[in-house]
């Protein structure tokens, strides 16, 4: 779900917890920001935890999301993990967590944003339906000011809006501290996460970095 596996040097991983004592078996789809897609099965077994590696799965990948179902209703807890490297390979210097969330919904906020200083901002979109869906972008500033910024999602695709550029776009302080809305046209259900890295010293990874998803309305 996020930008920085662009970058060669980060793993991802799907972590899957079956805490019942019903087998669970798993239909994974990963979504590409042009709208591809890629569907994988997994057994977890009874109170069981499994391990899924993206990097094993689709390679070095860039920006993608991804959606676990699970056959017959079983219950199951998605959580996934990104770690990235420094300077060498699987020498990992930060990582970040999300647990996973279990629908879309079409007005999402995010309280936290920054540009300022080192940080690195996204807003990354996903949509899982079938047609591409309008979004709109409002960005609250802490002197009071909100625009919005109009975009598009394609269908079963994922879209990163790098904040920097969005807050040019819009005519506001480009190194600034804000919160963002996002709303579907129509009420399309749509997912929302928010990305910040920060300290990036010229071709060095991140020194750190955090994601959230965002507060679905």
């Given at each position: 779900m996020t930008r920085p596996r662009e970058t060669p040097g980060f793993d991802t991983f799907y972590l899957v917890l079956n805490p019942t004592p019903t087998p669970a078996r798993l239909h994974a789809r990963f979504s590409f920001p042009d709208g591809q897609?890629?569907?994988?099965?997994?057994?977890v077994a009874p109170g069981a935890r499994r391990n899924v590696w993206l990097n094993?799965?689709?390679g070095q990948v860039g920006a993608i999301?991804?959606?676990?179902t699970s056959e017959g209703g079983v219950p199951v807890i998605v959580e996934r993990s990104i770690y990235w490297a420094w300077s060498e390979p699987n020498g990992w210097l930060e990582g970040t967590n999300s647990i996973g969330v279990t629908s879309g919904a079409a007005t999402?906020?995010?309280?936290?944003?920054?540009?300022?200083?080192a940080f690195e901002d996204f807003l990354l979109v996903d949509n899982p339906t079938d047609e591409v869906?309008?979004?709109?972008?409002?960005?609250?500033t802490e002197d009071g000011r909100r625009e919005t910024l109009e975009g598009t999602v394609?269908?079963?695709?994922?879209?990163t809006f790098y904040m920097l550029s969005v807050l040019e776009r819009l005519g506001l302080p480009p190194r600034s501290s804000f919160a963002t809305r996002v709303t579907s046209e129509?009420?399309?259900?749509?997912?929302v996460e928010h990305a910040m890295y920060w300290q990036r010293e010229g071709d060095r990874y991140?020194?750190?970095?955090?994601s959230a998803f965002g507060i679905a309305r």
């Open positions: 897609t890629i569907d994988r099965a997994y057994d094993d799965v689709l999301a991804a959606r676990f999402w906020h995010v309280p936290e944003g920054s540009t300022s200083a869906v309008t979004v709109y972008i409002s960005v609250f394609p269908a079963r695709g994922r879209s129509g009420g399309v259900p749509i997912v991140w020194h750190g970095g955090g």
